[in-house]
């Protein structure tokens, strides 16, 4: 759900910041810091307020990482000034579902976060929108604030983030409210976390898709 917050000088109560890969050495790839550096460019707009680092890595990756996205992220942030003393780290995600399953964890122990800021890959946002409203519930807004990605990754990724949001909505047509049931709903049917049969044939397909975009 998207809405403006007004009469306010920050755009929201808390920032969210989701993860865009890392390198297994820790290196963190270039769609996080276009994250990151488009946050620094606006810091002014969420003065002393939360900020969730989500990410642990990609899903794919047969080998993960020294460091957990949402630890270099911090890493990166604290460099460049930010108070870490602001900073929660959400440390178990894979994807934007469990992204959202596990930022929300978080969330839910601070009754004043009511209105989020959500940061990600302007090709990114549709998909990550829905799936954040849709898991938070509607006691929850977002302010969305994509990062320019370029208009070629755009068009590269429109028709894999249209399979990935079908995907989702499917996964969540029925989600549960709380949060505890959320992980278990990760643990029982979603492709990383989950070695059901289902599970896998998912996992299958949409690795054969990624792969065509990556070619």
Same mark, same amino acid.
């Given at each position: ?5 007004t009469n ?5 109560d808390?920032?969210?910041i989701?993860?865009?890969?890392i ?8 769609? &996080?810091?276009?994250r ?16 969730v680092?989500?990410g ?5 990756m ?6 957990t ?5 911090k890493?990166f942030l604290?460099?460049?000034g ?9 440390k178990?995600?894979?994807?934007t ?10 969330v839910?122990q ?11 890959s302007d090709?990114?946002m549709?998909?990550?929108?829905w ?9 929850y807004r977002?302010?969305s604030?994509?990062?320019s ?10 028709d ?9 909505k499917?996964?969540l047509a029925?989600?549960p &409210?709380?949060s505890n049931?959320?992980?278990?709903l990760l643990r029982?049917r ?19 898709r ?6």
């Amino acid at each position: 759900m998207r809405n403006n917050k007004t009469n306010n000088s920050n755009a929201a109560d808390a920032v969210i910041i989701l993860g865009g890969g890392i390198a297994k050495k820790g290196a963190l790839l270039g769609n &996080t810091k276009e994250r990151l550096n488009f946050f620094l460019r606006i810091k002014k707009k969420f003065i002393s307020i939360p900020i969730v680092l989500s990410g642990r890595c990609n899903g794919f990756m047969k080998e993960k990482p020294l460091v957990t996205e949402a630890e270099a992220m911090k890493a990166f942030l604290v460099r460049k000034g930010i108070d870490s003393e602001h900073i929660y780290l959400e440390k178990q995600s894979l994807d934007t579902i469990s992204n959202a399953v596990f930022s929300r964890q978080i969330v839910d122990q601070h009754q004043d976060w009511k209105w989020i800021a959500l940061i990600t890959s302007d090709y990114h946002m549709e998909r990550a929108l829905w799936i954040f409203s849709r898991i938070f519930g509607s006691s929850y807004r977002f302010n969305s604030f994509p990062a320019s990605s370029g208009g070629l990754i755009q068009e590269k990724r429109k028709d894999y983030e249209l399979y990935l949001l079908d995907i989702a909505k499917k996964f969540l047509a029925n989600v549960p &409210t709380d949060s505890n049931e959320l992980v278990k709903l990760l643990r029982k049917r979603h492709p990383f976390y989950s070695r059901s049969k289902e599970a896998r044939m998912l996992l299958k397909e949409i690795g054969e898709r990624k792969r065509k975009i990556s070619a």
